[in-house]
């Protein structure tokens, strides 16, 4: 069921023209500035954009401007855990891995207590009304989030394409608070 999903929605998802991504993606990125949980945070820890998923780059560019922490995670597949980076400059900073994903190097990784983190952005595949997501199948949030302060807003960009009325959950699954599309902020709790 979850697998039917995640394909189901990964493939809609890869169907988006370039030039869809970019339109739908700066509209939910607009949405999003305008909230005061973007507003009030200082350390944003966002994900770097993969295929078609929402694009944060221009975000990241702003955040930079507005001269706030921009975050970034790195994965450490040896333990499915989640390295908190600093991202200073987007141009230096990353190189494309294996798997085709930007990251840093080991010159540019600056590790950073995840502690100091004001809002994460959360990745995902698929959700619902009530938060619940669909990753790659790692579960690399799942473990990451429950280690962070509980009142630390927890937010996902999705295409609208990207919201089904429910994802199957497991214990171990842990829900975003809100979700932005193109049309409309999800409040989830
Ligand atoms: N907090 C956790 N501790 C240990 N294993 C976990 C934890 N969260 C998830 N997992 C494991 O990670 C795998 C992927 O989780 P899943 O929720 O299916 O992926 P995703 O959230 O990426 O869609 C599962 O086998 C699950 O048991
Ligand atoms: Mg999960």
């Known amino acids: 069921m979850k697998e039917e999903l995640r394909k189901k929605i990964l493939l809609k998802r890869n169907q988006l023209e370039s030039d869809e991504v970019d339109r739908l993606s700066q509209g939910i990125v607009s949405k999003f500035t305008a909230l005061k949980t973007y507003q009030q945070a200082g350390n944003v820890m966002l994900y770097l954009d993969f295929r078609n998923e929402v694009k944060t780059g221009?975000?990241?560019?702003?955040?930079?401007?507005?001269?706030?922490?921009?975050?970034?995670?790195?994965?450490?597949?040896?333990?499915?855990?989640?390295?908190?980076?600093?991202?200073?400059?987007?141009?230096?900073?990353?190189?494309?891995?294996?798997?085709?994903?930007?990251?840093?190097?080991?010159?540019?990784?600056?590790?950073?207590?995840?502690?100091?983190?004001?809002?994460?952005?959360?990745?995902?595949?698929?959700?619902?009304?009530?938060?619940?997501?669909?990753?790659?199948?790692?579960g690399y949030y799942d473990r990451f989030l429950p280690t962070l302060d509980p009142h630390v807003p927890l937010v996902s960009l999705a295409y609208e394409l990207q919201i089904v009325d429910v994802v199957p959950k497991e214990p171990h699954d842990v829900p975003v608070h809100m979700i932005v599309t193109e049309q409309r902020i999800i409040q989830c709790r």
């Open 58 to 138: 221009p975000l990241i560019e702003k955040m930079l401007q507005d001269k706030k922490q921009v975050l970034i995670p790195v994965t450490d597949p040896s333990d499915y855990s989640l390295i908190v980076s600093e991202l200073i400059d987007p141009q230096k900073d990353l190189f494309p891995s294996k798997f085709g994903m930007m990251e840093p190097n080991k010159d540019t990784l600056r590790p950073v207590d995840p502690n100091i983190i004001d809002l994460v952005l959360v990745p995902g595949l698929v959700f619902d009304k009530n938060g619940y997501r669909i990753g790659f199948g790692a």
